[in-house]
């Protein structure tokens, strides 16, 4: 699959070749800081298929927590275009509506609805979890 996207001031684009790991929308509580109050759209990818074609993100990671989630955002706008998960280390979770497509996504999965809002709608018959989904067992 190829993907194509940037910030929304445009100092940042990126690409990517390849497969993607999986598709998900968090509903957790730190996301919705970052959507602005509703679930998070992602693709999970491999970090070697990507590049950054334009710009370079900033980095950010909380440091009172213990394993935290380290985000990329451009500086000048502000937009997060990519979390990277202690747990998936070489992935990248990529913010799909930093996407040039976003119409092409569809989750496979949604998360964290522990933290789910009310006016937060689950995707129809796609699994969802209260925190992350069960490792693959093979
Ligand atoms: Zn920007
Ligand atoms: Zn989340």
């Not at 993907?3 to 509580?29: N, S």
């Not at 980095?59 to 202690?86: K, M, Y």
Request: glycine letters at 6%; one cysteine or more; proline letters at 10%.
């Amino acid at each position: 699959m190829n993907i194509k996207g940037g910030c929304y001031c445009g100092a940042i684009r990126y690409e990517f070749e390849g497969d993607v790991t999986a598709t998900f929308q968090c509903h957790c509580r730190e996301c919705q800081y970052f959507t602005g109050g509703h679930a998070s759209a992602a693709y999970v990818l491999p970090q070697d298929k990507f590049t950054f074609t334009k710009g370079s993100p900033a980095r950010f990671c909380r440091s009172d927590l213990q394993e935290p989630i380290e985000r990329l955002f451009c500086a000048d706008c502000g937009t997060q275009l990519v979390a990277i998960s202690p747990k998936r280390p070489s992935s990248f979770i990529l913010k799909v509506g930093t996407t040039d497509d976003p119409e092409n996504w569809t989750p496979q999965f949604a998360l964290f609805t522990c933290d789910k809002q009310p006016y937060q709608t689950l995707p129809d018959s796609v699994p969802s979890f209260e925190k992350r989904p069960p490792p693959p067992s093979n």
